[in-house]
Structures are given as C-alpha cells and as structure tokens.
C-alpha cells in the first residue's frame, strides 16, 4: 500500500491501494483456514497480551522516532502569542517536538505560559518569513494542509480526508508538514493549492470553524492512536474459535431450559450478536466460559 508521505513516483503523489498478489491471497487464505479450525490450540503460559509487544518494541521505537522527527506542525501568520503556547501544549500531550512559525507575533511571555509543560516546543519554534523558504529549509517531502472549510467535487484542492483517514495512511519515514492557517482567516486558497492533500474536520456547518488547539487535538490523536499500542497483558482480543465455543456452551446452557424453542432461539440470536460486536479479550472469554460450563452443571443438577 502507498502511503501518504511516500516518495513520489514520476513526479506524482499517489495514495492508494496496490491489487493483492496471488502468493498474499494463498497466505490469506491459509490463515483464514487456521482461525476457523476445529482444533483448539493451545496457548503458551504467559503469552497473551505482551508478545506483540516483546516482538515488535525495537520497531515501535524506530516508528515513534521517525513521528516525533518528521513531522513539522507548521503555523501560518498566528495572531496572538497566547495560542501559540497552547498548540505547543497540544503537541507536547502526543509527542510531537517540531513547531514551525511563519511571520510570527513577538513571542511575549503568553506564549511560554499557556504552552505549560510544552514550554520547550515553543523555545525551540523555528521561525521563518514565508513557507516556501520553510520548503527549502527543511526539504519537506509531504505537505498537509488543514482546512474548516472542506470543497467538494468542483473544488478539487479542498476534498479532505477526515483527521482518521490521514492518521492511517501517513508514512513518517518522509518528512511531512501539517500546516494550520491564521485564526480569523485560515490558509489562503495558493497555500492549500500548494499542498499535496487536505485535512478537515466534520463540524455542525452552523458553525464550523474550530479553535486551533481544538482542531490541532483532533488531528495529532488521530496520527498518534495509529502508532502507539498499550502492551498490557490481557488486552489481547480472543480469537473467532474462543467466540465460537462461547456461543456452543450458551446454546446448550439455553436449551436444557424449560421455555419455548421460539425462546431459545431468540436467545442465541441476541447472545451471537453481542459476543460478535464485543471486543472481548482472550481472558475475559476464558473466565466467562468457566461461569457458562458452572451454569449448565447447576441446571443439570436440578
């Protein structure tokens, strides 16, 4: 799959899906296979929960050096030093380090006290007089732009993809800029034009024009969530075969029952529709279907 911040192929920026190959098509096939046999596996002590994290921490480093390295929070023409600060708080709470200003205020003392603990974002702002020299400066590979005010199909430069959209396809192994426009007036139509892609968020359109902090919040959880994983144990999903045993031993359990069939199928219905909408963990399915076998040797007893 290309990404967005991949390096341009023939001069061109292209986001999207490559057709699966035929040897990716027999290993999907394959693990399907296994996750729907009737065999239960057995698991090894310990392993839930922690060994995607055991085997995946010296990449999620890399990942999350590259994020924090690469991407450049870009503000154009601010007004007032004091949301300065506060972008930098934001971009502090998601790790983000990289605070570009364009044709700033003076920087008075606001702007340090409301960024917090994010003081050090705005101490180490670089400043610059035009985005292009910015450009320049730090040959930047990708350049989003965002925008309240999303176009549609007449407006070519304004289609959006939405804060989700953007956090799943950004490659940060480029360098990419996300820029956010001055707060009466937002970026100039030659500013969005300049960019490769937009960003928008779905807002009430009685009023949709957002806070920069508020919108820059949206944006950098989205980015963030994408590459930053809790490695608790226990938080591991259960797999299709745990739900399934789950359902059999509900369906027995239901029908040693004394009500009508009509009943116990309505019963299973609505017990299949939750187990299969639910996350549920690999220990929460294990402890319920002790609770459910219990259940059918007390009914069995009476």
């Keep these: 799959m290309i990404k967005i911040g991949d390096t341009a192929v023939d001069e061109q920026k292209v986001v999207e899906t490559q057709p699966i190959s035929s040897d990716e098509k027999k290993e999907e096939s394959t693990a399907e296979k296994k996750s729907t046999s009737t065999k239960k596996s057995k698991p090894k002590a310990q392993s839930r929960g922690t060994v995607r994290a055991q085997l995946t921490k010296e990449q999620e480093e890399k990942e999350t050096k590259m994020f924090k390295d690469n991407i450049y929070i870009v503000f154009v023409e601010c007004e007032t030093p004091g949301n300065i600060g506060f972008l930098a708080r934001t971009m502090a709470n998601f790790g983000l380090k990289n605070l570009v200003l364009i044709n700033p205020p003076t920087l008075t003392n606001e702007a340090y006290y409301q960024a917090t603990h994010g003081?050090?974002?705005?101490?180490?702002?670089?400043?610059?007089?035009?985005?292009?020299?910015?450009?320049?400066?730090?040959?930047?590979?990708?350049?989003?732009?965002?925008?309240?005010?999303?176009?549609?199909?007449?407006?070519?430069?304004?289609?959006?993809?939405?804060?989700?959209?953007?956090?799943?396809?950004?490659?940060?192994?480029?360098?990419?800029?996300?820029?956010?426009?001055?707060?009466?007036?937002?970026?100039?139509?030659?500013?969005?034009?300049?960019?490769?892609i937009c960003v928008s968020i779905p807002t009430d359109p009685t009023y949709p024009i957002m806070n920069i902090s508020h919108a820059a919040a949206i944006i950098f959880y989205e980015l963030f969530k994408n590459r930053h994983e809790y490695g608790v144990e226990g938080l591991s999903e259960s797999t299709p075969l745990e739900k399934e045993y789950l359902v059999k031993d509900m369906k027995e359990l239901i029908d040693s029952l004394d009500i009508p069939d009509h009943k116990k199928r309505n019963g299973l219905k609505t017990f299949n529709n939750i187990i299969s909408r639910a996350f549920i963990t690999g220990r929460e399915a294990h402890t319920f279907k002790g609770i459910l076998r219990r259940l059918k040797n007390k009914v069995g007893e009476q």
Excluded at 152 to 166: A, F, H, Q
Excluded at 181 to 189: K, V
């Design 119 to 196: 003081k050090y974002i705005v101490e180490n702002a670089k400043i610059y007089k035009t985005l292009d020299e910015f450009y320049q400066s730090q040959r930047i590979d990708f350049k989003v732009a965002s925008t309240g005010m999303a176009g549609g199909s007449y407006n070519l430069s304004r289609i959006p993809l939405r804060p989700e959209e953007l956090g799943k396809a950004m490659n940060v192994s480029n360098k990419i800029a996300i820029l956010f426009g001055r707060e009466g007036n937002g970026l100039t139509n030659a500013e969005i034009d300049d960019c490769d």
